[in-house]
């Protein structure tokens, strides 16, 4: 019996520890600020959900503006969005910022959500 609760409490801990993740506010620079530029898709994916929709909402917007683009496909954004993320998964080591011209390239899909 005591087996099983040490096993239960060891598998708790880790598992809790594996879904740890890390507030975009822990890379805020002592202005107040993110430097977009250097953020990896480690980090976008270790970050909570409402996080990483108002990164990915940031980079939508920026690549708009690039474009001088200003409408907003909200159903295309979402997908777009998910895939990026799932990309970023699967590749922790680019930047976010590689990660969206390398998915925008691969995918046929242009990362703007207008």
């Known amino acids: 019996m005591r087996y099983c609760y040490l096993l239960a409490v060891a598998t708790t801990i880790a598992c809790s520890s594996a879904l740890a993740q890390t507030p975009l506010s822990a890379y805020v620079d002592s202005n107040g600020f993110i430097d977009v530029q ?8 270790g970050t909570y959900q409402e996080d990483a929709d108002a990164l990915t909402t940031w ?8 474009a001088k ?14 895939e990026v ?3 970023c998964k699967a590749n922790p080591d680019k930047l976010i910022i ?3 011209l390398s998915y925008s390239r691969m995918s046929g899909r242009s990362w703007e959500f207008g």
Do not use: F, M
């Not at 683009?69 to 998910?82: A, F, I, T």
């Open 38 to 45: 250097k953020l990896t898709c480690a980090q976008l994916a």
């Open 98 to 100: 590689e990660a969206t």
């Open 69 to 82: 683009k200003h409408y907003l496909d909200l159903r295309k954004g979402k997908v777009v969005e998910h």
């Open 85 to 87: 993320i799932q990309y």
């Open 59 to 66: 980079y939508s917007g920026w690549y708009n503006g690039l």
